[in-house]
């Protein structure tokens, strides 16, 4: 798994590559808490590379969406799900909890 | 192929920042560099402010509608709104030479969106006010 | 936004942190200004922590300035980043003001 982060002026944006499994899913949150640490909770994740999340990355997504959106101070909305991500968070009937978006782009401009 | 996005917000101070970060991510998504980057989000800011303060009076009265897009090597920013319109002509390249008393506080802010973008045309009509300013990516 | 002040003997250091634009430039032109009602004409922004400047922003370092120099006194620049170093050059502002490496340098060219 291959995490970048970019601070732009009002979000952050977050790319996640390759596989979020339980082994990776800590490096995914280690990244995002950086980011909330220093009190930016606007964070936008590009998932066009992402080719497979578990439970264990799934639970960190949700936990910081709580966190971003806690006091209305932010959000964690998501962009580039291919179609077996969607289907994954469809499962888990996340696709109502997240703000998704076809490009990075319009999620960034959706803040 | 061509991607174009476009975002809508109100034309106040405070989505400047939102608007900046639009630009930034769909000229990174064309792949401009990181200094051509900086310059487009440098001239769409004083774009918008220039709207805000001039167009919209500082009010809050209306929206500001950008669209980006690509098209052959060109990085194509096209800039809506309904303010007040104005005559781009008459108001004069600021004077970089003139000492400092004599320093006019106005029209820095077109200056430095001609000099950043490679192109940049106004065109007022009764639908509003469009702005379109080019970047050509080499 | 957030904007700090030091004293270094004679010479008050104003050190903005974030972007000067539309938004935030009347904030720091107001704050400059109220620094020099209090009497300190020797005045240096240290900029280390400003990434983007605006003509917004321009427009109010001038203000300072032209008070600044009307009150027999100065108001100098100081850790310029690239992107805002381009923004003086491309005013002509870089002609204009006085502008430093270090915060240390720019309050010690007062003693000049």
Request: aromatic letters at 8%; hydrophobic letters at 45%; one cysteine or more.
């Amino acid at each position: 798994m291959e995490i970048t982060t970019r601070q732009l002026k009002r979000v952050d944006v977050v790319t996640v590559s390759g596989r979020v499994d339980s082994a990776a899913a800590p490096r995914l949150e280690e990244a995002l808490k950086a980011i909330v640490d220093a009190n930016r909770f606007r964070i936008c994740l590009d998932l066009k590379d992402l080719e497979y999340i578990s439970s264990a990355g799934i639970k960190v997504l949700i936990s910081f969406l709580k966190t971003c959106k806690r006091w209305n101070r932010g959000d964690l909305r998501l962009a580039n799900m291919s179609p077996y991500i969607t289907e994954v968070f469809d499962l888990a009937g996340l696709t109502s909890l997240f703000q998704l978006y076809p490009s990075i782009v319009d999620a960034v401009g959706s803040f | 192929m061509s991607k174009r996005w476009e975002l809508t917000v109100d034309g106040h101070c405070e989505n400047l920042a939102t608007i900046a970060d639009f630009v930034t991510e769909a000229a990174q998504a064309w792949g401009l560099n990181e200094k051509a980057t900086f310059e487009v989000q440098m001239a769409v800011d004083e774009a918008c402010t220039n709207i805000i303060e001039h167009g919209y009076r500082g009010e809050r009265r209306g929206k500001i509608t950008l669209c980006c897009e690509c098209a052959d090597d060109d990085f194509v920013v096209t800039i809506r709104d309904n303010g007040q319109p104005f005559d781009p002509e008459a108001i004069p390249p600021p004077d970089l030479t003139c000492r400092l008393a004599e320093r006019p506080c106005g029209g820095l802010g077109l200056y430095f969106m001609r000099q950043l973008m490679d192109e940049v045309r106004f065109h007022f009509d009764a639908e509003g006010n469009e702005l379109t300013m080019i970047k050509k990516i080499s | 936004m957030k904007i700090k002040v030091e004293q270094l003997e004679q010479v008050t250091i104003v050190i903005p942190i974030g972007d000067i634009d539309a938004l935030t430039a009347s904030e720091v032109a107001a704050f400059l200004d109220s620094q020099l009602k209090e009497g300190g004409n020797q005045l240096v922004a240290d900029l280390s922590q400003v990434g983007y400047m605006s003509s917004a922003g321009l427009r109010a370092l001038l203000a300072t300035l032209k008070e600044a120099r009307h009150q027999k006194g100065d108001f100098r620049l100081a850790a310029v980043q690239a992107n805002v170093q381009q923004v003086l050059d491309m005013s002509g502002f870089s002609g204009i003001f006085q502008v430093f490496p270090t915060v240390e340098a720019a309050a010690a060219s007062f003693g000049d």
